[in-house]
């Protein structure tokens, strides 16, 4: 899963060659993955079933967004519930609300079965622009500082410079996902 391609980050860098291709996508790959884990949901468009906790009447899905043209199967108890009589989806909050308080407050009794993502376009993921250009800033920062490991400040005889810590992602980053990030409730 990538949000970026290899091509818009030596783009971005401005580097011609491909002597670095094969780091640079292991980067990406890497970057993918942490800003889906910050994201706290799945980003790649595949069918997925999820187990709830009965007595709410929302419950936020974990990965969106929902695609409509798919079934949207939901199961309390084992009974199927109607779309629109008895629940609606949200499919860009990936959210399916309920009309009602759904059954007791048991384990595992509402069953959601739904397609949500996005959309794999030569390799990577169709995500909105903002969080591709998170991934592609975070991604060259990453690169340019592979040799820096731990390193948080160089004092030098013309003065000091402090820099981030490697195990945090960019500020500028980190305001983007805080943007797609969903707190659940209900």
Known sequence: MKLTSIESLKLYLEKEDDTHDELLDSIIEQVSARIE???KRELTKMERNQYFEGG???YYLCAYPIDIT???VVEINGDI???DSDYYVWEKEGLIHFVYVTADNVPKNVNITWTGGYEEIYG???VPYDLKRACLMESAFEFRRRFDG???GVSMQSGSISVNQPSSLLPEVIETI???RKYPYG
Do not use: C
């Open 81 to 83: 519930k109607t779309l």
């Open 178 to 180: 805080k943007s797609y």
């Open 56 to 58: 709410k009447r929302y």
């Open 150 to 152: 731990g390193l948080s």
């Open 70 to 72: 798919e079934p949207v």
């Open 37 to 39: 884990t910050a994201l």
């Open 124 to 126: 990577v993921l169709d």
